[in-house]
Each structure stands twice: as structure tokens, then as C-alpha cells.
């Protein structure tokens, strides 16, 4: 895959967005759609997912308290699971990995 700027430019402002409430994302200036917003409590994992006709982004608000802090000291890299044939063997922070699987279940009924 090559790098595309304005995929990066589109992902840095979803990434800005995310820290806003649902209702100011407004998605719609980007061509997209917002799907869900996703909060999980026990993990204070907060997430949206938008979409437009040919893609699905996923989009986790980073570190914005105390208690986000405790997942970011959990550093060590974990295999991800992947869910499709694939040779790669990705690794991920365990903390992104527990936050991920936390809210797995509701970003699978979200996305259908």
C-alpha cells in the first residue's frame, strides 16, 4: 500500500473530531457518515465509527484522563487477532488491544 496524503489529512481530522460530542463531529463536511458513537464505561473506552460508500473508519479517542493513562502504561505489544486470511502477524499495545476487544462486540452490531 502507498502512502496517500489525503487519506492521512481525512484520518488527522477524524482523529481531531473524535474528541468532540456526536452531535459537533459533522462528519458530513468530510463526506461521511457518522455511524455510531461507542462508549464503553469499564473501560472508558470511547470510540466512533463513519463511513462513506467504499470505507468503514474506526476512531478511538486517545488519553484524556486519569484512568486512560492506567491503559496507557499497559505498553507490552500483544498478537492482534486477525479476522481474515492474512500473513501478517500484527502486534498492538496491549491497552489499545484491551480497549479494542472491549467494545468489539458493539462495533460489530454498530457496523451491520
Not at 466512533?48 to 473508519?57: A, T
Request: aromatic share 14%; no cysteine; charged share 30%.
Amino acid at each position: 500500500m502507498k502512502f496517500d496524503l489525503d487519506i492521512a489529512i481525512l484520518l488527522s481530522d477524524l482523529s481531531v473530531r473524535s474528541y468532540r460530542e456526536p452531535e459537533k463531529t459533522k462528519p458530513e463536511e468530510l463526506g461521511l457518515e457518522l455511524v455510531s458513537y461507542i462508549e464503553v464505561e469499564k473501560t472508558n473506552t470511547e470510540l466512533y465509527l463513519f463511513k462513506n460508500d467504499s470505507n468503514l473508519y474506526i476512531v478511538f479517542r486517545g488519553t484524556e484522563s486519569i484512568r486512560d493513562v492506567m491503559y496507557d502504561f499497559m505498553f507490552i505489544k500483544k498478537k492482534f487477532p486477525v479476522y481474515a486470511k492474512s500473513f501478517i502477524k500484527p502486534k498492538v499495545h496491549h491497552g489499545f488491544l484491551y480497549a479494542f476487544q472491549s467494545a468489539q462486540e458493539q462495533i460489530g452490531r454498530a457496523h451491520v
